[in-house]
Structures are given as C-alpha cells and as structure tokens.
C-alpha cells in the first residue's frame, strides 16, 4: 500500500504508570489510590479499593507477542516502555507506521465501573492530569482522552471544559452514568450540547458498562458478549431520540468493531418501521434509526476485516481504523502488513478518509503537523 498521508490510530491505549494515582490523586485520596502490587504468583497488578478485580498488566501491554507468548503475570520491567513512558512513545509509533494516536485509559477503564462514584471522581481526575502531563512531550502525535464519573449533568460539564483546558481531546464515558437517569433521558441534553460547543467528542469504550449477571456457557463466550454493551449504548442514544434533539453530537464506539453496523441498522429500521405505533408517546423519530447511526456515531476497529469489506453498506465517513497499542489485541507492529491485505480493495478517498481524514476531523488535528504514515515512518524509525 502506497501511503501519502499520515496514519492515526483512533483507538489506543496507556500502562497506567505505577504513580498515576498515588502522585497525582487528591492527597485525601492517596492513601486508598489504586497503586501496583508486587506479586510471586500473579505478576505486577494494579489493586483499585473497593473493588475485587486485580488488572494484570502483562496483557494491558503485550502488543507484539506471539498468542502462545501472552503472559498475564509479567512483571513491570517486562512491559513495552512506552507504554507508559512518553518519551519512548513516538519510536514505537514510528515502528508501526503510525503517525498519531488517540490514547484512551486501559486501568480508566475498570474504574468506569467502581461502586463509590467518590472514589471514581477523584481516580478519573487524577489520571486526567497525569495523561495530560505524559501526552505534553507532542501534543500533535500523542492526543489524549480524559474520564468523567458524571456523577451529575453540571460536574460532567465542568469536567469537559477542565478537560479542553488541559488540551485533552475527548472523554471516555462509563457505561452507566452516576445518575438515576440513564443517557437518552433530556437531562442529559446539557452535557451533549457542551461537548458538541467544547469540540469534545464522547466516547464509550467496551468494556465499561457494569455486567448484568454472569455469562453464559463456556467462558470463551464471554469474549463474544463484549460489544453487546456498546450496541445497547448507541441503541439507546438513537431511539432515545439523543441525536433528534443534538443534531451536532458525534459520538464514538470504540473498539467494538464495525463489521455488525450493516445489520445493526437494518435491525433499526424493521424493529422502527414495524413497532413503532405501538410504542409510548414522546418515542418518535423524524428519520430511520439508521440515518442518525450514519451520522452521528463513529466506531473504531483495527483488524476487523468485515469492516474494510462493507465500507459501501455504511457511511465510510464515520469509520476509524485503529492499532489499540499497547493491549494484546494490538495489531502492532504488523499494522502496516495487516492494512496492504485488509484495505486493498478500498478506493482512495475511502483509504485516506478511513485512516486520516475521518479521525483529523473529529479531533481537530493538524495533519500538515504529522509525518506521513506507512514505509516512510517504518524507514525513519529503522
């Protein structure tokens, strides 16, 4: 693949570094920060207070390692560097081909589903400042995305605008707010009108909406429930009537593929075109389901080749690739092989458009500040 453009990752992701917490926490909250243990047994883990789950931190960064080589218990020296040093971030972007990168939180991501939405508060705004202060080495190439708990529709604003000040570039939602009101509630209409006046894309990443029972059958099934949260998220945004009364939100879906959204919103459609009548006032649409999925919603995806196959069945434009450095799903450092086989069959515009321009527009990034992706990048950095 011929690349003359630069080559942003929409989704990836940071080694909360052992300090995050404990140095950049409120002092109130050091002495129960989530902190790293030193274990025999388990390898390096985070422990968050208040919660059962441990994070083993050798698959939060294990791009690169062969599958039979994933080691859950690996030790803090054993993790990629720059997974949560900045200052050796960019030679690894240079390895993939990659030109930029939106960093989104792998431990933030437990912490979305703490019980005590206190401890959440000051943990999500803890990070905020540390994210801010490791994406500062370039600001063009490290673009980082903050965490609110919304434990409130005012808070959540004033953490968008605390978040832009710190030169963040979005927020990572919780699947579940704080509130007793759920997302397509008109309460909500204030926080979506601020993120879309802020430039403050919203974001839900898998993986961060509390689970509603245990999985069923075998527990490799678990693995195929993980983007099921996500479609409830965008259903509920787009038959809640969200984008009806926010015509400027756009919102992304992040990491839970692309390949379903031809059907998704087919299903949309019948279950709108054929129930509807039936449903309670105050529930209609002025356009199909699948219109404001076309417009509004983004969703990110790195080797999901169903998705390069239907770029014609979906608004090409709303789609992200991405390489989700450094987690073991990471298609680093074979990103580049990966995309001469997966976008072979896409056009220009829709190669440029899904790799470049559709992130640089929803963020906001200067591409003429970028170096060019692909053997250019692989060349430099060799």
């Not at 979005?170 to 699947?175: D, F, Q, Y």
């Not at 680093?332 to 072979?344: E, F, I, N, T, V």
Request: glycine share 6%.
């Amino acid at each position: 693949m011929q690349v003359d453009h630069p080559i942003i990752s929409a989704d990836s992701h940071i080694a909360e570094a052992p300090n995050t917490y404990t140095d950049y926490i409120d002092p109130k909250w050091r002495d129960v920060a989530p902190h790293v243990v030193e274990t025999e047994d388990k390898g390096d883990l985070y422990v968050i207070d208040g919660m059962k789950r441990t994070i083993n931190m050798g698959l939060i960064a294990a791009a690169g390692q062969a599958p039979e080589d994933l080691n859950p218990k690996a030790k803090w020296h054993e993790l990629p560097i720059s997974s949560w040093d900045s200052d050796y971030r960019i030679a690894d972007q240079n390895k993939d081909g990659v030109s930029a990168e939106v960093i989104y939180p792998s431990v933030g991501m437990v912490l979305c589903n703490h019980p005590d939405e206190d401890y959440k508060k000051a943990s999500m705004d803890a990070y905020n400042r540390w994210i801010s202060d490791y994406c500062s080495v370039d600001t063009n190439r490290l673009l980082g995305i903050g965490q609110t708990p919304l434990r409130s529709v005012a808070e959540g604003i004033s953490d968008l605008e605390k978040m832009k000040n710190a030169g963040l570039r979005g927020v990572m939602m919780p699947g579940n707010p704080c509130t007793e009101f759920d997302f397509d509630d008109p309460q909500w209409d204030p926080f979506w009108q601020a993120a879309t006046d802020l430039k403050m894309p919203v974001s839900w990443h898998i993986l961060t909406t509390r689970e509603s029972g245990k999985p069923r059958g075998p527990k490799a099934n678990s693995f195929m429930t993980i983007i099921r949260a996500n479609q409830d998220i965008m259903g509920t945004l787009v038959f809640g009537g969200v984008f009806e009364r926010n015509p400027g939100l756009k919102v992304v879906c992040v990491e839970a593929d692309a390949g379903w959204v031809p059907h998704y919103m087919y299903r949309m459609d019948h279950a709108y075109n054929r129930h509807r009548f039936w449903l309670p006032p105050g529930e209609e649409l002025s356009k199909l389901p699948s219109e404001y999925f076309s417009e509004h919603i983004y969703t990110t995806f790195q080797d999901d080749w169903v998705a390069f196959k239907m770029v014609n069945d979906v608004n090409h434009k709303r789609l992200l690739w991405a390489n989700d450095f450094p987690h073991s799903d990471s298609t680093w450092p074979w990103s580049q092989d990966l995309l001469d086989k997966h976008a072979a069959n896409l056009s220009a515009e829709q190669r440029i458009d899904i790799l470049c321009n559709n992130v640089a527009e929803l963020y906001n990034i200067d591409v003429s500040s970028l170096p060019i992706g692909g053997d250019k990048l692989v060349a430099a950095a060799s």
